[in-house]
Nanobody, 124 residues
Framework: QLQLVESGGGLVQAGGSLKLSCASS????????IAWFRQAPGKEREAVSC????????DYADSVKGRFTIARDKANNLVYLQMNSLRPEGAGHYYC?????????????????WGQGTQVTVSS
């Protein structure tokens, strides 16, 4: 099963940074496309970023472009989401998930199962 595990969430002040980590449950993540999704209270889950098999293949939601960076650590079988200049609207539960193909972020759907996610709280 293509289960992923998220970590790194927490409480941060607006303008601050957090780095989320995504690890696999035992499979090689490097052969799959991976996305980060966010779900704010009362809102639908939305994709914020994705990375293809090549680290050069990435995409971002307009709301996070220039502030968030997705990256692979192939040596350690991890995917990160570096979040800088966080805004209160960036708060929510963040999930990483296997997807079929990294492309237009607004059209992404999960291919693998959802994990528990990690909570990000941004204080204003």
């Amino acid at each position: 099963q293509l289960q992923l595990v998220e970590s790194g969430g927490g409480l941060v002040q607006a303008g601050g940074s957090l780095k989320l980590s995504c690890a696999s449950s035992g499979f090689q993540m490097g052969i799959f496309h991976i996305a980060w999704f966010r779900q704010a209270p009362g809102k639908e889950r939305e994709a914020v970023s994705c990375v293809g098999i090549s680290e050069n293949s990435t995409d971002y939601a307009d709301s996070v472009k220039g502030r968030f960076t997705i990256a692979r650590d192939k040596a350690n079988n991890l995917v990160y989401l570096q979040m800088n200049s966080l805004r209160p609207e960036g708060a929510g539960h963040y999930y990483c998930v296997v997807i079929r193909l990294c492309g237009e972020v607004s059209r992404l759907r999960n291919f693998g199962p959802w994990g528990q996610g990690t909570q990000v709280t941004v204080s204003s």
